[in-house]
Nanobody, 120 residues
Framework: QVQLVESGGGLVQPGGSLRLSCAASGIISSIGAMGWYRQAPGNQRELVARIWRSGTTNYADSVKGRFTLSRDNAWNTVYLQMNNLKPEDTAVYYC??????????????WGRGTQVTVAS
C-alpha cells in the first residue's frame, strides 16, 4: 500500500506559476511510476505528467514546455512545477502512483486532489 498527500494548489493569475508537491509513504520500493493527473468539471481525468523509475518522463501535449515534473532521489516526493499557467489549466490535480503487484502489473494509488484555479 502507498499513501499520497498533495500540497501546493491555489489561485493564480494567467501567466503565473505554482508548484505542486506529492509526498509518498508506505511500500515506496514497489512504486514503478509517479505523476499527476487532472480533472476539470465535466471532463474525464487526464494525464498531466508521469515519471518512471527508469527516469523516462511523459507529458501531455498541452503542458509541454510549461510544466516540469521532478522527484527526489528517495522517491518520497514528486514535484510539478507549473509555469505560464492558463485558464484551461484549471482543474483538480491528483497525485498518482503506479505500484507493481504480484502479476507484474501496475496498481493505481491516488491522492485526494488539490484544486488549481487560474483566473484574473
Amino acid at each position: 500500500q502507498v499513501q499520497l498527500v498533495e500540497s501546493g494548489g491555489g489561485l493564480v493569475q494567467p501567466g503565473g506559476s505554482l508548484r505542486l508537491s506529492c509526498a509518498a509513504s508506505g511500500i515506496i520500493s514497489s512504486i514503478g511510476a509517479m505523476g499527476w493527473y487532472r480533472q476539470a468539471p465535466g471532463n474525464q481525468r487526464e494525464l498531466v505528467a508521469r515519471i518512471w523509475r527508469s527516469g523516462t518522463t511523459n507529458y501531455a501535449d498541452s503542458v509541454k514546455g510549461r510544466f516540469t515534473l521532478s522527484r527526489d532521489n528517495a522517491w518520497n516526493t514528486v514535484y510539478l512545477q507549473m509555469n505560464n499557467l492558463k485558464p484551461e489549466d484549471t482543474a483538480v490535480y491528483y497525485c498518482n502512483a503506479g505500484v507493481w503487484n504480484e502479476d507484474s502489473r501496475l496498481d493505481d494509488f491516488w491522492g485526494r486532489g488539490t484544486q488549481v484555479t487560474v483566473a484574473s
